[in-house]
């Protein structure tokens, strides 16, 4: 446990080399946490692989579940102090960043602001925090799954408000039957989208009730506030990416690249590879394209103090 201030304490482990090339594993959601094991596509006999719950979720303190949770300190500023603050605290100089969906627009913030901490980085399922992906996530994924839609918006008293911010007022209520409820409707939109386009199955364990609740609270606190990013801050800043190497590994299948984004990250970050995974979606089909992106940087000297 990393005491990062403002009454956090982040979980973090290493596995794999102590002594390898350092790389941090960032999760989605937001809200998602890092789950109990290392990330598979790494080689551990050369990687120095460290990963850690975001704020309020996972293992990290106090958790978002709790019957009253303060979550004003939980923005993207700082996470991205407390990517830096392990950093810091591992005595790593840079390190590979591996950011799958949120982690993707984590990991391209992290890199804007500290690109000389970066080595190299992969992003996966990718967004980039366009307010685009945002709307296209909550209202625009409707056309395609209409009956789920249909009961996600039955789940709030105005459709017509910020859905997202509606969802999040619910989860907050101290009422347990409201904010419980609230987390499953918002779970099962989850889960709709998974099986977009129809037909195809989707396993995954059930939700359990303080995962739900505290990734739905979350989720729809980055929603509502759009991840506190310009909506232009890739196009504007993309030229600081230029130095780091870099590749984009998408699936052909994941609907959420309708908004074209990593077409808009792979001509923003000149140099960087884009690999287009046939049949991938955005939960399965991409490892063995990141796996060989992790196994052509492990060739590239690791540089910790």
Same mark, same amino acid.
């Given at each position: 446990?990393?005491?990062?201030?403002?009454?956090?304490?982040?979980y973090?482990?290493?596995?794999g080399?102590?002594?390898?090339?350092?790389?941090?594993?960032?999760?989605?959601?937001?809200?998602?946490?890092? &789950?109990?094991?290392?990330p /598979?596509?790494?080689d551990? $006999?050369? =990687?120095?692989?460290?990963s850690f *719950?975001q704020r309020?979720?996972g293992?990290s303190?106090?958790?978002a579940?709790?019957?009253?949770?303060?979550l004003?300190?939980?923005?993207?500023?700082?996470?991205?102090?407390?990517?830096?603050?392990?950093r810091?605290?591992?005595?790593?100089d840079?390190?590979l960043?591996?950011?799958?969906?949120?982690?993707s627009v984590l990991?391209?913030?992290?890199?804007?602001?500290?690109?000389?901490?970066?080595?190299?980085?992969?992003?996966?399922?990718?967004?980039?925090?366009?307010?685009?992906?945002v709307e296209?996530l909550i209202?625009?994924?409707?056309?395609l799954?209409?009956?789920?839609?249909?009961?996600?918006?039955? &789940?709030?008293p105005?459709? /017509?408000?910020?859905?997202? $911010?509606? =969802?999040h007022?619910l989860?907050? *209520?101290?009422?347990p039957?409201v904010?419980r409820?609230?987390?499953?409707d918002w779970?099962?939109?989850?889960d709709a989208?998974?099986?977009?386009?129809?037909?195809?199955?989707?396993?995954?364990?059930?939700?359990e009730?303080r995962f739900?609740?505290?990734?739905?609270r979350?989720?729809t606190?980055?929603?509502?506030n759009?991840?506190?990013?310009?909506?232009?801050?890739?196009?504007?800043?993309?030229?600081?990416?230029?130095?780091?190497?870099?590749?984009?590994?998408h699936?052909?299948?994941?609907?959420?690249a309708?908004?074209?984004?990593?077409w808009v990250?792979?001509h923003?970050?000149?140099?960087?590879?884009?690999v287009?995974v046939?049949? /991938?979606?955005?939960?399965?089909?991409?490892?063995e394209?990141?796996?060989a992106?992790?196994?052509?940087?492990a060739?590239a000297?690791?540089h910790?103090?």
């Amino acid at each position: 446990m990393l005491d990062v201030g403002d009454g956090h304490s982040v979980y973090w482990m290493a596995c794999g080399n102590p002594d390898g090339k350092p790389a941090l594993y960032v999760h989605g959601g937001p809200g998602s946490g890092c &789950g109990t094991r290392s990330p /598979g596509q790494f080689d551990p $006999a050369v =990687y120095r692989v460290v990963s850690f *719950d975001q704020r309020n979720c996972g293992r990290s303190t106090p958790h978002a579940s709790e019957p009253v949770i303060d979550l004003s300190t939980n923005t993207t500023d700082h996470l991205i102090r407390d990517m830096e603050q392990l950093r810091e605290h591992l005595g790593i100089d840079k390190w590979l960043l591996f950011g799958v969906s949120w982690g993707s627009v984590l990991s391209l913030t992290y890199a804007l602001r500290h690109p000389e901490r970066v080595s190299e980085m992969i992003v996966t399922a990718v967004a980039t925090g366009r307010h685009c992906e945002v709307e296209w996530l909550i209202r625009g994924f409707g056309g395609l799954a209409p009956e789920a839609y249909e009961r996600f918006l039955a &789940g709030v008293p105005d459709p /017509g408000e910020d859905i997202s $911010a509606a =969802y999040h007022r619910l989860l907050m *209520d101290p009422d347990p039957a409201v904010h419980r409820k609230a987390a499953e409707d918002w779970c099962a939109w989850e889960d709709a989208i998974a099986t977009v386009p129809p037909g195809r199955d989707v396993e995954h364990e059930p939700w359990e009730p303080r995962f739900q609740l505290a990734f739905a609270r979350i989720v729809t606190h980055y929603f509502s506030n759009r991840c506190w990013l310009a909506d232009d801050q890739l196009s504007r800043d993309g030229h600081v990416l230029q130095g780091i190497p870099g590749v984009i590994v998408h699936g052909q299948l994941d609907l959420g690249a309708l908004t074209g984004k990593p077409w808009v990250l792979h001509h923003a970050w000149q140099g960087s590879e884009l690999v287009i995974v046939e049949h /991938g979606t955005h939960a399965a089909g991409t490892a063995e394209a990141v796996m060989a992106a992790t196994d052509r940087f492990a060739k590239a000297p690791a540089h910790s103090s």
